[in-house]
């Protein structure tokens, strides 16, 4: 059931924690002024390094908008396309504390890349209700799009060749707050 | 993940960790207005059921179709080609050439399910055999036992009755003593197999002394074909001896659970008013059931496709 037995080796560190805070507080901004307000929001973090972001969104957004936002995580592993190609993975709880039907939901994932996962995530929400509308934050863009998705805000650009693995690692899971890039050995 | 479920020999307690934790992700799903996930699309079940059952078979069916996987069922009664003398190989092969992925096998021997391992490509999983074991059952005893205790080190459960034809008692003692609980058995002297003590359980032929000290009473059914054999004298004195009345559970501490597999007979293993008590969590088990099946369909189904990789 691992992911894969190759080791993962970190070639470069591309941003540090600084650059994630300001970046994340940048989009936090641009999901208000986009919805006009925070009316309907809700943030929900694909699981799992979207989900301790979804969480750090919300609460920069309380702090300068004083609104406490509805926050939750979404595991999509039922939902994926590629579960007879690479097998079940190990899932974990979907927890979204308000109804979706007729709100905004804003999906929040670290990196994006081929836009599968999104495309996972579209059904996984659509399954809960009918939200008003569904956008979609990422902390890291690295191209490649297999599918016609397109984020709404994106904390940074980050050009890869596709045999590159970008990670994200988040302090809440990982230990510490950094965008890496690297590659299986 | 393994590719058959034969037997809880078969699973060790990260294993089982694994299924009962995804099982309750899926518990989530079953309790929201869209039940159905999209996971198993284009894998198709089949049910072969050579014993009658209500819930094993409905639940297995019902798991299945949640996670979009088609569902055939095979009944080998008076319309199947069973009666026509069709051999339980030829049944398989059958089903093999029609493209399953999974058979889900109740037969009244121990063993087929392993037999049928030897012939099919699907995934076997054994939804009871003979006396020999009934592991989903197991699992889904363990998954309820776990929601209400967090974990199982030191928990002490009583199974009752007769251990000895029972594939659910063979298949939960394996379980929980793989998952650190203490097991005592109780029942009829006749029905309690000698081996018993090789399995890690203890005995207590009397039910009352055991109860004050009991987490779990797990009571079986009595089959009543039993009774013919004359392994125990008669249904009145199975219930005045090894009967969970209400008298009988007030013995047993505060936070303690009733537990039985179902069907019940009311009345002999366990008394009306204990089956309709807060701490009978029956009809519990079988919602969990549900859940933990499809766990396993998505665990072992979900690994990669051997056809479509090739």
């Given at each position: 059931m691992s992911e894969t037995a190759a080791r993962f080796t970190v070639?470069?560190?591309?941003?540090g924690p600084d650059d994630i805070r300001r970046a994340l507080v940048r989009v936090a901004h641009e999901i208000v002024e986009a919805n006009r307000g925070t009316d309907d929001l809700v943030l929900v973090g694909i699981r799992t390094r979207g989900a301790p972001l979804a969480e750090r969104i919300a609460a920069s957004i309380a702090s300068f908008e004083g609104a406490d936002l509805p926050s939750g995580a979404l595991d999509v592993g039922l939902y994926r396309d590629d579960v007879a190609l690479r097998g079940p993975r190990r899932l974990e709880s979907t927890t979204i504390p308000v109804d979706v039907d007729g709100r905004v939901v804003v999906l929040v994932d670290d990196v994006l890349y081929t836009g599968r996962t999104i495309r996972a995530a579209f059904d996984a929400v659509l399954d809960l209700g009918r939200p008003r509308a569904i956008r979609l934050a990422v902390l890291v863009d690295r191209g490649h799009r297999e599918l016609p998705i397109r984020p709404d805000h994106v904390g940074k650009n980050l050009p890869t060749s596709a045999d590159e693995v970008v990670r994200v690692h988040v302090q809440?899971?990982?230990g510490e707050d950094a965008v890496v890039i690297g590659g299986y050995s | 993940m393994i590719k058959h479920l034969l037997s809880m020999d078969q699973l060790s307690a990260d294993d089982i960790t694994l299924i009962l934790d995804t099982a309750e992700s899926l518990r989530q799903v079953t309790?929201?207005?869209?039940?159905?996930?999209?996971?198993?699309?284009?894998r198709t079940v089949c049910n072969l059921f050579y014993e009658a059952s209500t819930r094993t078979r409905i639940s297995f069916e019902l798991a299945a179709k949640r996670l979009s996987a088609d569902v055939i069922n095979f009944s080998a009664d008076a319309k199947s080609s069973v009666s026509k003398g069709e051999s339980f190989k030829d049944t398989a092969w059958t089903l093999e050439a029609m493209g399953v992925d999974a058979i889900v096998v109740r037969h009244g021997s121990s063993g087929a399910p392993h037999q049928l391992s030897n012939w099919a490509k699907a995934s076997v999983i054994n939804a009871g055999d003979g006396a020999h074991e009934h592991p989903t059952q197991a699992l889904l005893d363990l998954f309820s036992m776990r929601e209400h205790f967090k974990?199982?080190?030191g928990l002490k459960v009583a199974i009752v009755g007769d251990i000895m034809h029972s594939r659910v008692a063979r298949s939960n003692i394996k379980g929980l003593i793989t998952m650190g609980a203490e097991v005592t058995v109780s029942g009829p002297p006749t029905l309690i197999p000698p081996q018993v003590a090789s399995w890690g359980a203890k005995v207590s032929y009397d039910i009352e002394p055991i109860l004050p000290g009991t987490d779990v009473c797990y009571l079986l059914r009595v089959q009543q074909e039993r009774q013919s054999e004359q392994l125990f004298p008669s249904l009145r004195e199975y219930a005045a001896l090894w009967g969970l009345d209400a008298r009988r559970m007030k013995?047993?501490?505060?936070q303690s659970l009733v537990m039985h597999p179902g069907p019940m007979n009311r009345g002999v293993e366990i008394g009306a008013d204990v089956s309709e008590s807060p701490r009978s969590i029956v009809l519990n088990q079988v919602a969990n059931g549900l859940a933990v099946r499809m766990s396993l369909l998505y665990l072992m189904l979900g690994a990669p496709n051997q056809e479509a990789a090739a």
């Open positions: 070639k470069a560190h591309v941003f809440e899971i990982d | 309790d929201r207005p869209i039940k159905k996930l999209p996971t198993l699309r284009g974990d199982f080190s013995m047993m501490p505060e």
